[in-house]
């Protein structure tokens, strides 16, 4: 299996070694994300798309000789990964989209898509001597951390700012998970879970500080490939808050790339939320990632300073993509939109990324017969209350079916 020739940081270029406390660069902070690379040579002579055909797509460990581990065995207990790739019709008919996906991570154990990056973690910290771990969380990176620590057996720690839907602080509680209920922001959360990671000796999950999140994230991009017969998409929408999703996505099919098993690369478009546009902003802009302050409905993507803002700017760049920010509004008019023509129900974040497609459409930005890929990346029961803000509930009927024709407009 592969072992990271070496974890570079985004902003200085320095090389380390991995360990258990290499995470960022000790040199640039917080914000010198590390970016994991492997002798790809290696990796062809031991992998192949022949090979990974002949496999059952039960889960996402069949991208094994791609990850940075040196194996799993058959006793993982949950299947991670191996989602379903829908060619939702009806979205595709109201959008006037011929070739339009959702790629539904909603499908995973703890309904979110940080399913793949704490499974890839839970293992790697176990191989660096680590057993017990933690993170930082408004809520799904938490949940699935304490939902894969569960089923492995393990002790975790999450970090929630007070603020985190109770749908999602109902996960960790019920996975058994140590939750500590901040009072304050994400990033206050964040910056404490490192600071009492280092103190307890935990292993840290967190979202772009850990350099394997995005190791385990990428493999979103390998199904997707393989998914569409390795003809990538042209686009890729990825909700966006501290970027680690959307460089795992750009890794995933740059990888593929570097293997020759893809042709060409797609362009990814980061979907922010207007509350929260740090890397929309700094792309925009003079390249700078700042604070902002975070105000949206969408928990998952509301980050004041993205710590891995700096890569996910370098990818979003490097593919040729671009930055689409959209309102809370607009945010919950996506919701019902994806559940009416789908059958799928996003969370906030989710839908995010629908919002920018529609977004794109109306603007003249996407053609018809563009091959697009939205990515859901959390279910909507992990945030009722903001589902309930996006539609009109009912107003009770008496129990007569002369209430009920009067209701549907029978005479």
Same mark, same amino acid.
């Given at each position: ?29 917080? %914000? =010198?994300?590390? $970016?994991?690379?492997?002798?790809? &040579?290696?990796?062809?002579? *031991? +992998? @192949?798309?022949?090979?990974? #055909? ?40 109201? %959008? =006037?989209?011929? $070739?339009?996906?959702?790629?539904? &991570?909603?499908?995973?154990? *703890? +309904? @979110?898509?940080?399913?793949? #990056? ?294």
């Amino acid at each position: 299996m592969p072992v990271p020739e070496s974890l570079t940081c985004v902003l200085c270029g320095a090389a380390y070694r991995e360990g258990a406390d290499q995470y960022s660069c000790p040199e640039c902070g917080e %914000l =010198g994300t590390l $970016r994991v690379s492997y002798d790809y &040579d290696r990796i062809k002579a *031991s +992998a @192949s798309r022949d090979g990974l #055909a002949a496999l059952p797509f039960r889960d996402h460990w069949r991208y094994l000789p791609l990850l940075p581990l040196a194996g799993v065995g058959s006793e993982f207990p949950l299947a991670v990964g191996a989602t379903p790739l829908y060619p939702v019709p009806g979205l595709r008919r109201a %959008l =006037g989209l011929e $070739r339009l996906w959702v790629k539904d &991570d909603t499908a995973n154990p *703890s +309904a @979110s898509l940080k399913d793949r #990056a704490s499974s890839v973690v839970l293992l790697k910290g176990q191989e660096l001597g680590r057993t017990e771990f933690a993170a930082a969380s408004t809520g799904n990176a938490g949940a699935s951390l304490a939902c894969l620590s569960a089923a492995l057996g393990l002790p975790c720690h999450i970090f929630v700012p007070e603020s985190a839907p109770r749908a999602k602080v109902a996960q960790l509680l019920i996975f058994g998970a140590d939750v500590l209920s901040i009072r304050g922001s994400y990033s206050e959360a964040f910056s404490l879970c490192v600071e009492a990671s280092d103190r307890f000796r935990w292993y840290n999950r967190n979202t772009g500080y850990n350099p394997y999140t995005v190791e385990g994230k990428k493999t979103v991009a390998l199904e997707i490939a393989e998914q569409l017969g390795w003809e990538p998409p042209d686009t890729v929408i990825v909700a966006t808050g501290d970027g680690c999703i959307l460089s795992g996505v750009w890794k995933g099919f740059t990888d593929l790339h570097r293997l020759g098993w893809i042709s060409r690369l797609p362009r990814l478009v980061a979907a922010q939320a207007e509350g929260s546009q740090s890397i929309k902003q700094a792309f925009d802009g003079d390249g700078t990632i700042r604070p902002v302050n975070e105000d949206t409905l969408a928990d998952s993507i509301s980050v004041s300073l993205p710590r891995n803002g700096v890569m996910a700017l370098q990818d979003l760049r490097a593919s040729g993509g671009s930055a689409v920010s959209v309102s809370d509004g607009e945010i919950l008019e996506a919701m019902p939109l994806l559940g009416r023509t789908t059958g799928l129900f996003g969370e906030p974040a989710a839908a995010a990324a629908a919002a920018v497609l529609v977004k794109l459409v109306d603007q003249g930005e996407v053609s018809s017969t563009e091959r697009i890929v939205v990515v859901s990346t959390g279910h909507g029961l992990k945030d009722v209350d903001a589902a309930l803000r996006a539609v009109d509930p009912p107003e009770p009927l008496e129990c007569s079916i002369e209430a009920v024709r009067a209701r549907i407009g029978i005479r």
